[in-house]
Each structure stands twice: as structure tokens, then as C-alpha cells.
């Protein structure tokens, strides 16, 4: 038998490789949704959407309250525990969408855009809908069941394009998204109750819930302030700019989180269980943290190179010609960005050593100057509300790891020594894409041609680069790819632990 610390890394490994194929195959199925209604609709239509599912991600975070998070740390959960959850999250997207679907002509007037209630309407009808599957996916990760999460996720994201595509061709326009939108909050609950019909949650139930209410105060505080930073750019540009504006933005930094999407949301379910068991085990927590950031830099600053230098291609191939307005916003934001690296392991580290209210002060600190700067710069137009992240982005990282390292010491020597690989391989990936770039460009004006051959050049020198450092990544891969060609048979054998019944007086 292995021991258990051996049969834990390879769990958490295991995990990690199930999420980042649901990930990946999510990040497929979005891309070619968002080809499709770059093609089909006008900038307009898409950036009204953009700001009233920016207006739902918000409600989203509200609606949540913590209960997410506060389902995969909890040490003790019982089916009271989750029952008082549900009920708590179910109770807060009541009184959001009613809210909402109450504020629809208000916000419609704010923008003087009357179909943005259309989309505040539905995105409200959708409030209703997620706290069934959401509560069920929390306890699958908590189980690390990531495998039928996969399914959920991947579901859900094939039937937001299956709407696009059938009803955008129809004439339904930006109500294409909005029906995708709620198709996906439908599928998704559906398939989540089939592979976890734990129905006994949807019973609600009070007891425990100040608890709840307590932990999620901290949580929701802080993933409502920085979701709703996160949005600000999109929200301020369609009352300052048009919503014109807002459709380049968003789609310049959709294609500037590509890395996140691909990587960090890959692992980001995995990480907070995982941490959170590392805590509870009292081990060192610097080890983890450096390593974490060492594998995500060598993932994420390569794609942000090739893609400062492939921009043009880019925006062409995935968004089409009506889009190269775009092309600078993405330059700019993909050197802004190469600072955040590192911030996705955050909030789960500081989650995980029972430091929640550090979050919240991080966000009190940083948010509120960063909100300012966004929208005084978004005066001076689009790209200077871009080059503004130049500056901001540095200033946020700077600020978690002043907040990490009163709880995990560190020096700034021990980061230099975790990233400076990172670094090599981002120049020498860049550099091959770059030389390639300028020699095929001058032969072809193929984007699609030009993309490949300058993603197949970063690819090589990455590859060339990370045994030239001996990149610690390179084991993972390995680990990686010995683990996959084991995967597929054991998908559905997660076990799901029994959570204990609930005590009555």
C-alpha cells in the first residue's frame, strides 16, 4: 500500500489533470462561441450583453455569499451543515433577482439602452436556477470528483453555443447570448443533480446557518469588491465610451486571459482543497506557494509573449476583420497582465491558513485606487484605460505579497530563485515567435498561416528553453502524461464519502 502522503500527491495530481481537461474543453467550446457572435453580431450588440452579464457576475458573487468556499474547507460537514447552506444561498438569489428584475428599467435608462433590460431580466430568471447545481458541484469538489464536474462544466458550456449558433443566425441577435446564458445555468443544475442526486440538500434548514453567514460576510466582501473591479472597465466604458467600447475591451482582455483560462481555472478548483488539507496537516505552506508559482509563471508569461507579438493574427483568426481596433488593447494588456501571474494562488492560501479577513483587508487596500485610476483614465479613451493595468497590475501583486508574507515567510531573493527560469524560457519562447513571425509575415498574408507558424516557434523554443534551465515543470508533465494514459478508465470510481447525519434533539 502507499503511504498516505504519496496516495495524496497523486490524488491532487490526478484532480488536477480531470480539472485541467474540463477546463480546456470549456475554453474550446467558449472560443468557438465567441467566434461565432463576433461574427454574427455587431460590437454593439455583443457589448450590450457584455455589461448586463457583467451586472450578473456581480449578482453572482453576491448570490453565492461564501457558500462555495465555505463547503470545501469546512472540517466537519454534516447534511445540516449543507442544508443550511443551500438555504442560505437559495434565500440570497431570491432577493437578488427580485432586486434585479425591480432595477432592470432603472439600469436600462442609466445606459440609455433599452434592450440592456432585456438581458438584467433574464439574467435574473437565471439567479434562480444556479443555487441547485452549485450547491451539488461545491460537495463533488469537495470530494474531488472533479471528473463529474467536468461533465457538468463541459455540458453547460456546449449548450450556451448550441444557442448562439441556432438562434443567432435566426435574428435573435444579443438575445442569443442571453438565452445561452440561461441554457447554460439550466444544464448545468440538471447535470449536477443526476451525478450527485444528493436531493436531501434541497430541503432547507436553519440551524448552523450564522456560521455560514459569518464566513461568508469575509468571502462574499471580497470576491464581490474584486469581481466588481474586475467588471469596472466594461461597466464605466459603456456609460463613458458607448458600448462599442465596451466589445473591444472585453473581447481584448478575453483573449488576454486565454493563459487563465486555460491554466489557472484549470487548477484553481483543486488548489483550495488541496491547500486547505495541506494546512490542516500543519505543513510548511512556503514550499507549496513557490513551487505553485513557479509552475504558473512558465505557463503563463510564454502565451502572453507570443501573444503581444501574434496580436494582429490573433484578433483576425479568432474575432475577425470588424475587430482589429482591438489589436493595440491587446498588446498593452498582455504586458500588464504578465504581473498577475502569481495571484491566483492568493485568496486559496490565505483561505486555506483561516485568514479570510486578510482578504477582505487586501481587497479594502488595493481595490478602491485601482476603481479610480480605471475609470479617471478611461477619459482619455480605450487604450489609456489599457495602459493604466501597466501600472496597476504590478501595484496589486506587490500589495498580496506583502499580506502573504506576514503568514508565509519568504524573502524577495526566495521569489527571484522561483521565477528566473520562468523568466529564461519567456525570452527565449518569445524571441522564436517573434523571429518567425517577422520572416513568415513578409511571405504570406494568411493570418490563420502566420498564427500556426508563430505558435508552433513558441512552442519549440519553450520546449527547447525549459530543459536548457531544467525547468521544474518538466516532471509534472511527465507526471502528467503517465497519468493520463491511466486516466480514462477510472473516471466515474471517485468514491464520495458519506457526510454525517445530522443529530436531532
Not at 164 to 179: E, K, M, N, R
Not at 230 to 238: E, F, I, K, N, S
Not at 393 to 415: G, N
Request: glycine fraction near 6%.
Amino acid at each position: 500500500l502507499l503511504k498516505p502522503r504519496v496516495r495524496s500527491i497523486m490524488q491532487i495530481r490526478r484532480s488536477m489533470l480531470l480539472s485541467a481537461l474540463d477546463r480546456y474543453a470549456v475554453m474550446a467550446l467558449s472560443l468557438t462561441t465567441t467566434a461565432v457572435a463576433a461574427r454574427l453580431l455587431t460590437p454593439a450588440e455583443i457589448g450590450t450583453f457584455v455589461v448586463g452579464g457583467a451586472l450578473f457576475m456581480v449578482a453572482d458573487a453576491l448570490r453565492d455569499f461564501g457558500v462555495s468556499v465555505y463547503l470545501i474547507q469546512e472540517r466537519e460537514l454534516t447534511r445540516a451543515k449543507v442544508r443550511a447552506a443551500f438555504t442560505v444561498t437559495l434565500a440570497s438569489s431570491c432577493l437578488l433577482a427580485l432586486f434585479f428584475y425591480a432595477a432592470a428599467p432603472a439600469i436600462a435608462s442609466f445606459y440609455d439602452e433599452a434592450r440592456l433590460a432585456n438581458v438584467v431580466y433574464f439574467a435574473a430568471a437565471g439567479l434562480l436556477v444556479v443555487p441547485f447545481g452549485g450547491t451539488l458541484v461545491s460537495l463533488m469538489r469537495r470530494d474531488m470528483a472533479f471528473g463529474r464536474v467536468a461533465v457538468v462544466n463541459v455540458a453547460g458550456a456546449a449548450s450556451n453555443l448550441a444557442a448562439v449558433c441556432l438562434l443567432a443566425p435566426l435574428g435573435f441577435g444579443y438575445l442569443s447570448l442571453v438565452w445561452g446564458m440561461v441554457a447554460t445555468s439550466v444544464v448545468c443544475a440538471l447535470a449536477a443533480c443526476l451525478l450527485r442526486p444528493s436531493f436531501w440538500a434541497f430541503r432547507p434548514a436553519f440551524s448552523g446557518w450564522s456560521a455560514i453567514v459569518r464566513f461568508g460576510g469575509y468571502s462574499s466582501a471580497t470576491t464581490l469588491i474584486n469581481t466588481a473591479y474586475q467588471l469596472l472597465p466594461q461597466m464605466a466604458l459603456g456609460r463613458i465610451l458607448g458600448f462599442d467600447a465596451v466589445a473591444f475591451f472585453s473581447r481584448s482582455a478575453l483573449l488576454c486571459q486565454l493563459p487563465e483560462r486555460g491554466v489557472v481555472s484549470a487548477i484553481q478548483p483543486v488548489v483550495l482543497p488541496a491547500l486547505s488539507a495541506h494546512a490542516r496537516a500543519g505543513a510548511d505552506m512556503r514550499a507549496p506557494y513557490l513551487h505553485g508559482i513557479t509552475l504558473m509563471t512558465v505557463a503563463h508569461w510564454p502565451f502572453l509573449g507570443a501573444l503581444a507579438v501574434m496580436a494582429e493574427p490573433t484578433v483576425r483568426v479568432l474575432l475577425g476583420d470588424q475587430w482589429l481596433a482591438a489589436v493595440p488593447l491587446v498588446q498593452v494588456l498582455s504586458i500588464a497582465y504578465l504581473a498577475l501571474a502569481p495571484s491566483f494562488l492568493t485568496y486559496p492560501l490565505l483561505v486555506s491558513l483561516g485568514r479570510i479577513q486578510d482578504t477582505l483587508s487586501l481587497t479594502l487596500v488595493s481595490v478602491p485606487l485601482s476603481m479610480a485610476v480605471v475609470i479617471g483614465s478611461a477619459s482619455f479613451g480605450l487604450l489609456a484605460m489599457c495602459a493604466s493595468f501597466l501600472l496597476l497590475a504590478p501595484l496589486q501583486m506587490y500589495l498580496a505579497f506583502r499580506f502573504i508574507r506576514r503568514h508565509v515567510p519568504f524573502s524577495w531573493p526566495d521569489l527571484a530563485r522561483a521565477v528566473w527560469r520562468s523568466a529564461v524560457v519567456t525570452l527565449g519562447s518569445t524571441g522564436a515567435c517573434a523571429a518567425t513571425v517577422a520572416l513568415v509575415g513578409d511571405a504570406t498574408d494568411s493570418p490563420l498561416l502566420l498564427l500556426a507558424a508563430g505558435g508552433l516557434a513558441a512552442a519549440a523554443g519553450w520546449s527547447g528553453c525549459l530543459v536548457l534551465v531544467r525547468h521544474p515543470v518538466r516532471q509534472e508533465i511527465a507526471v502528467a502524461w503517465s497519468a493520463l494514459r491511466h486516466l480514462f478508465g477510472g473516471l466515474g470510481r471517485t468514491s464520495t464519502p458519506p457526510l454525517r447525519a445530522e443529530t436531532t434533539s
